[in-house]
């Protein structure tokens, strides 16, 4: 029998229409609950010590778990660590690598410096210590050979790293997002090679697998101001390159400088007695 597209002469029967317009409305729900949860995502900087259900962090790994990654690669790997004594090591190292981050950020003119490190490297141990749990987001960089060999020699996307480093952002960012739905907050805390070394040897990581980020989780010692974003129709485009949107280099000049002053308050903690 042959199906009649529909139309006004072969209308969606009733009762189809009502499952169409049924499903309509879960994905439009859908779509609008996972928009408040991406809006709602936070990145905090001093944690209530308040535990967090093992239930939780299984199921928040679990979301991590299913990151797109480069040919499937799935490179990651998570230690949770909620040991008190290793959480301060690990805060201790990454105090020690602050050192460094002035050496080279002090390089700018003030009005340009990250906000964390305008005039010198923080003075007090950074805030995470004091988070419950700790999740070292580790990978194997072998798992990259699962993608196309022209990655390694045409720089796709980036560069021959791109590919390794997307699959762990991709984790990383769904982890944090997943940690929002059950109303906790989280830091991303980035690791180089000045911070990877003493942790690889703190939490007896293979040689061959790389620390990646560390992300704390946990509850809000206190009310985070809400990030500042580009608006939408600054950021996109139809069809093509909409070009009276391009921003000059002077135009990126005045957006650091703004930037730098509308994020400020993410970085300046305000104490208990004053919230």
């Keep these: 029998m042959k199906r009649l597209a529909p139309s006004i002469e072969n209308p969606i029967p009733a009762p189809f229409k009502a499952v169409i317009l049924r499903l309509s409305e879960v994905t439009d729900m859908q779509g609008d609950e996972f928009l408040k949860l991406v809006r709602k995502r936070r990145n905090i900087r001093r944690f209530k010590p308040d535990p967090v259900p093992e239930e939780c962090i299984e199921k928040i790994l679990e979301a991590a778990r299913w990151a797109q990654s480069g040919a499937n690669a799935q490179p990651w790997e998570f230690i949770v660590v909620k040991d008190k004594k290793t959480r301060h090591k690990i805060a201790d190292i990454y105090t020690e690598q602050q050192k460094q981050t002035w050496d080279i950020e002090k390089t700018r003119i003030r009005e340009l410096r990250h906000r964390a490190h305008i ?37 796709n996307e980036g560069g021959p790293d791109a590919h390794f480093l997307k699959n762990m952002a991709n984790a990383t960012q769904i982890l944090t997002i997943a940690a929002s739905a059950f109303g906790l907050v989280s ?29 704390p989780v946990g509850y809000p010692a206190y009310k985070p101001p809400p990030p500042y ?47």
């Design 119 to 155: 005039d010198g490297p923080p003075a007090s141990p950074p805030g995470f210590k004091d988070a419950p749990v700790l999740i070292i987001i580790c990978a194997d960089p072998r798992t990259v050979q699962a993608t196309v060999l022209i990655t390694h020699f045409l720089h």
């Design 187 to 215: 830091q991303w805390v980035s690791v180089n090679q000045v911070t990877e070394a003493p942790l690889k040897v703190l939490l007896d990581v293979p040689e061959e697998i790389a620390i990646h980020t560390i992300v």
């Design 229 to 275: 974003r580009r608006k939408l129709k600054e950021i996109m485009h139809f069809e093509k390159y909409d070009r009276s949107k391009f921003r000059t280099s002077e135009d990126i000049y005045e957006f650091l400088l703004a930037l730098r002053r509308k994020t400020e308050p993410a970085y300046v903690i305000k104490d208990k007695s004053q919230e």
